[in-house]
């Protein structure tokens, strides 16, 4: 079973407008990612925050982390047509090997 | 720098054929991921290596599916004989750690058709 599901499945919205992406989890975590994967090409990591980390930036991304509620959000500040991708996350659940969930596909229309 | 590097980038091939993955991960790099990922099934982890040892080989489907890592630089994933349902895109992926938790960077993938 997915450790890490994505929600919405499909996100489309309007250049410049937010997105926002969230991930739930089942069982205890040490760290969660976000990747974006563009159509055809591999997957590229976004950002890394640890169980003990509430909120993460990096440029327009913002992650946060709820352990308590096992979920994890990504939001992207004024979208681009570039960002049109998929954006999974994934986690280690306390394995030794991450698990990626479904992903979101984020559109951006111009 | 070279991200990961795999060939070929597209493979076509008859049910029953042998078919060979290739990939190089990022110098000097600990761990080395293959991952397979379809439609209905998303992204699965097949296996890893660290420093060149498989650690976790409990993704490999079955007995058709075998990956070596003869050096750091180097690594195989070969199927034989295939058939359709092997039908998927073949990513490798390298992280710097030497856990399988940690960032990892991935390759441009291997579309592999299975006719």
């Known amino acids: 079973s997915q450790q890490g599901e994505e929600d919405p499945q499909a996100l489309s919205i309007q250049e410049g407008e937010n997105a926002t992406m969230n991930c739930s989890y089942k069982?205890?975590?040490?760290?969660l990612q976000w990747y974006r994967q563009n159509s055809g090409r591999g997957l590229v990591h976004l950002i890394l925050i640890r169980s003990n980390e509430r909120e993460k930036h990096s440029g327009r991304l913002r992650v946060t982390l709820d352990t308590s509620k096992k979920s994890s959000s990504l939001l992207i500040t004024a979208s681009r047509a570039a960002d049109t991708a998929s954006y999974f996350c994934a986690t280690d659940g306390g394995a030794q090997k991450l698990v990626f969930g479904q992903g979101t596909r984020l559109t951006i229309n111009p | 720098d070279a991200g990961v590097i795999q060939s070929p980038r597209h493979e076509v091939t008859e049910m029953g054929q042998e078919v060979t993955l290739r990939c190089k991960p990022i110098s000097g790099h600990n761990s080395l991921f293959w991952y397979r990922q379809t439609m209905m099934r998303g992204l699965e982890l097949l296996i890893y290596?660290?420093?060149?040892?498989?650690?976790?080989d409990s993704g490999m489907p079955e007995d058709r599916f075998s990956a070596k890592m003869p050096n750091a630089s180097f690594s195989t994933l070969k199927i034989q004989p295939s058939e359709p349902r092997d039908s998927a895109v073949y990513f490798c992926a390298s992280s710097s750690s030497t856990s399988g938790t940690d960032t990892q960077y991935f390759g441009p993938g291997t579309r592999l058709t299975v006719l």
């Open positions: 290596f660290n420093n060149n040892v498989p650690i976790d």
């Open positions: 069982t205890s975590i040490n760290n």
